[in-house]
């Protein structure tokens, strides 16, 4: 060589010949591969939303008193933790509830351990002797949302709400092992207790009254370690219980010994062992398919089982086992006369959205080969390919150790980004194949007993870093330019900050990696499989053929006015004046309300939710009332296959409902509709 070579020539020529650079490309290849298998895919980006609820009860104060004595104090006391963006109170008659919403990153664990710390240390605050009792705190981060709800249903009139609910129960037991489940839950059904119904006069005449009924439930209702009892050389532990379990054993109770008889409870009052009065329904709605040869819709008497993942687990993989464990439940655990309906499954809903996407990636990179290939040949196109294969498959693997998900957004952000990763490649491709054409036309010159270019001719091993070298300079330059214009997008502060953290992130260590094959990879691969060209290649010996002779006279008349020496400045002129006038058209465009910004497209779900919220007092009948109108009309609908009606409790969260805390929604003026459509493919 003589010329002296920059740092990208120096990269080129070390690592082209190199044994160790196919090793790279293999290590490079199987790491994506690894982060395939073990990155998690979700639906949405993992975000520290971290928030809790301080629920402090008040037994017996109206609402005015909760404000005035808990909720206001408790307001300045929490708003003193360091990292808190927003404190918001709920006061109800006997109820405070504190909400502390913490700043977007901020970690769950860090923030939870400052709220315990400052609630422990101002204690002092809540008045005690008034009957307030110690502060609960239950904390809620993007992990308690629901991936995964099944709803339980009979078409049988003898099964109602209470007697889904206990199966609904055993089946929480079952989904409890599986390994990735957080927590599982049943919303809906009565409850069971044993109700105690007063006689009062059986109760005159047994000279019983009802402080004496209260104390010999709470004595009778307890389990106490006693202590030991030895004997035979053995130690036998001994404990007061067990608990009472249904109406016999609670209506056997001695509440009084009356004229040297024994009064049982059983005598003074009446025993129900069954469902509470009701304070919620929930039911199951199935849009009517009977003129499509389906079966007939209607409402069910429902509970619903939500299931949350532990975090950084696969939601793919914990979806699936939860289903694969509900299946082995049939006939079982689960009766024959009880359907079970999978109302949300996210983990599928994921994979559906990664499959697309990763679809979408690889079509991406199959048009950009096919575009070289048509350009500068077949070898070319591979050498190509390979590279932006190798760049993919390394950035997945940086992006796993970073710490993201594989989700929608960062999915997004390859395919954003693969327009710009092939540059690098397709630049350095595409200055050898130059090269090599110069070094061709070089000896059909000295064929033709020129002997003035015989400096020109070089073997492949000098051209590769000398055409590296050229381009080196203006493509880092550009990489450097593309991640400067991206990577501040990474500090964008709030919500949409770290929800969006994935697009700058990934696309800027996927540009600076395909810079690094480029260089490393790309040369190895063009002396492996660039041949020599054959002599009708030579530019100066040979008319333009294929696609070169199509779009010559194209590119003539493009630029041939541009470059013009009569009227080629004042042609360029009027061009930058339509560009400058092009940039100013798009941005009036969004101020005048032709064109909509947003962050994100809109997502075609399958699902919605309706939030009722009728007027303060509203009765339970009326709400669940309403909303069986609404399912009514829902059911008569073509897109809708069913819906899940909660009146008095909260429908399964999701991630709105999360931020917005409906979960909290509880009272007879409160409904939810769960409505699910017809699959978006169908």
Known sequence: MNRSLGISGRIAAAFQSAQITPLLALVALLLGIFAVLVT??????????????????????????????????????????????????????????ITVQFKVGVPRTEALVRLYDTVNANADWLPKGLGVLDPIIKPKGIDDVPIVTLTLFSRSQELGAYELERVAHSIEAELKRVPGTREVAT????????????????????????????????????????????????????????FLRDAREVGELLVAVRNGKPVFLRDVATLVDGPLPAQRYVWHGIASKAGEGG?????????????????????????DAVMQRVDALRNTVIPHDVEVAETRNYGATANDKAVKLIQKLLFATAAVVALVFIA?????????????????????????????????????ALIFSIGILVDDAIVVVENIHRHMAMNVSAKAHIAEGDMSRSQNIRPLTEIIPIAVDEVGGPTIL????????????????????????????????????SLAVAFVVTPWLARIWMKALPASQDGAHAKPHGLSAKLAPLFARIFGPLLDEARGARNRLLLGLGVLGAIVVSVVLPVLGLVQLKMLPFDNKSEFQVVVDMPAGTPLEHTAAVLRELGAHLRTLPEVTDYQAYAGVSAPINFNGLVRQYYLRAGGEYGDLQVNLVDSHQ
């Open 478 to 513: 550009a990489t450097l330019t593309v991640i400067a214009a991206l990577l501040p997008m990474a500090f964008v502060s709030g919500l949409m900050g770290p929800y969006m953290s994935p697009i700058p992130i990934n696309a800027s260590m996927g540009m600076g990696l």
């Open 187 to 242: 919303i809906g059904g009565p409850g069971r207790a044993v109700r105690v119904q007063i006689d009062p006069a059986r109760m005159a005449g047994a000279g019983v009254t009802v402080p004496d009924l209260r104390r010999a439930l709470q004595a009778a209702n307890q389990g106490l370690p006693v202590g030991e009892l030895l004997a035979g050389n053995r130690a036998v532990a001994v404990e007061s219980g067990p």
């Open 295 to 319: 079966p007939p819709g209607g409402e069910f008497a429902a509970v619903t089982i939500a299931i949350t993942k532990k975090a950084g687990e696969n939601a793919i993989d914990v979806a």
């Open 376 to 412: 500068l040949g077949r070898r070319e196109a591979a050498i190509v390919g390979s590279a932006v294969i190798l760049t993919l498959t390394v950035t997945l693997f940086a992006s796993w150790a970073w710490g993201f998900t594989l989700n929608r957004v960062s999915l997004f």
């Open 40 to 97: 998690p895919r979700e639906e949405e980006p993992q975000i520290d939303v971290t928030m809790a609820n301080v629920l402090i009860p008040f037994p017996g104060a109206s609402v005015k008193d909760v404000e005035q004595m808990v909720a206001a104090p408790a307001e300045q006391v929490l708003a003193q933790i360091s990292g808190v963006e927003h404190v918001m109170s709920t006061s109800r008659p006997g109820l405070a509830v």
